[in-house]
């Protein structure tokens, strides 16, 4: 998951673009590219949308 990307809803929706490219409905692991101190409520919010996301 980019930078770009980051916060709940961003996150869910690069997992479904991910998903759509790959030509599947589900995605064993898809990681964050990195955490951002800066933007810490986003990178959490990140890591709750993979958990809420299809898997």
Do not use: N
């Amino acid at each position: 998951m980019w930078i770009s990307d980051y916060a709940y809803d961003e996150t869910l929706h690069a997992f479904e673009r991910s998903a759509g490219k790959l030509g599947v409905e589900q995605i064993d692991l898809l990681l964050l590219h990195q955490p951002v101190p800066t933007q810490f409520d986003k990178t959490v919010e990140a890591y709750r949308a993979l958990g809420d996301a299809p898997c």
